[in-house]
Nanobody
Framework: QLIESGGGSVQSGDSLTLSCTAS????????VGWFRQAPGEDRQWVAA????????YYSNSVKGRFTISRDEAKKTTYLQMSSLKSDDTAVYYC????????????WGQGTQVTVSS
């Protein structure tokens, strides 16, 4: 199970860091991804990180503003968000991709991010 935290209400231009922590004694996966869903819209992929190598991937909409990282010892993935815009307002979710090409699974409950202009 994944648990997201760190959401909140901020002003445009502010920064915020989300956390995604896996429960259980051990954690092993191919990748962890962050997604977001705004009201009335489809879920959108935001970023992902290969768990063992720490290699990041970003959507064009957040590249240069968001940074994904992980702490293997803490079983936690982070999403550092800066220069936030009102378009970033959404519920943010994390999920795991157990093997390359697998669909994302083990979704967390989500954390709300609201950016006011």
């Amino acid at each position: 199970q994944l648990i997201e935290s760190g959401g909140g209400s901020v002003q445009s231009g502010d920064s915020l860091t989300l956390s995604c922590t896996a429960s259980g004694k051990t954690f092993s996966t191919f990748a962890v991804g962050w997604f977001r869903q705004a009201p009335g819209e489809d879920r959108q992929w935001v970023a992902a990180i290969r768990w063992s190598e720490g290699y990041p991937y970003y959507s064009n909409s957040v590249k240069g503003r968001f940074t994904i990282s992980r702490d293997e010892a803490k079983k936690t993935t982070y999403l550092q968000m800066s220069s936030l815009k009102s378009d970033d307002t959404a519920v943010y979710y994390c999920a795991t991709q157990v093997r390359p090409g697998d669909p994302y699974d083990h979704w967390g409950q989500g954390t709300q991010v609201t950016v006011s202009s």
